[in-house]
């Protein structure tokens, strides 16, 4: 069973950097979609960064673009979001979400009914 466990929210000022883990067990043998998720309040879930463990480009909400980054660890099994430039807008309860996928291409945000692991989301706050 997957397990996944975020870490790394928090409050900061505009213009301030965060970087978001979550950490994966479970995992059984073969590629995986990973991918970071938001819902701020009063607003549908969106996606904002996936990737595919088993290489090639990753997936950026329009929003992030230039500012966030998304990576896999595979020795520690954990992905990291990287948070840069972080605006008010930014503010939301950030979810780290994985399913097996054999192919890079259903890692995108369309494929987001396919996640079906989810951690248990980490609060992040940017002030202005």
């Known amino acids: 069973q997957v397990q996944l466990v975020e870490s790394g929210g928090g409050a900061v000022q505009a213009g301030r950097s965060l970087r978001l883990s979550c950490a994966a067990s479970g995992f059984g043998y073969g590629t995986y979609c990973m991918g970071w998720f938001r819902q701020a309040a009063g607003k549908e879930r969106e996606g904002v960064a996936t990737?595919?463990?088993?290489?090639?480009?990753?997936h950026y909400a329009d929003s992030v673009k230039g500012r966030f980054t998304i990576s896999y660890d595979h020795a520690k099994n954990t992905a990291y979001l990287q948070m840069n430039s972080l605006k008010p807008e930014d503010t939301a309860v950030y979810y780290c979400?994985?399913?097996?996928?054999?192919?890079?291409?259903?890692?995108?945000?369309?494929?987001?009914?396919?996640?079906?692991?989810w951690g248990q989301g980490t609060q992040v706050a940017v002030s202005s």
């Open positions: 979400a994985a399913y097996a996928g054999p192919f890079g291409e259903w890692c995108a945000f369309r494929y987001e009914h396919r996640y079906d692991n």
């Open positions: 990737l595919f463990t088993g290489g090639g480009s990753p």
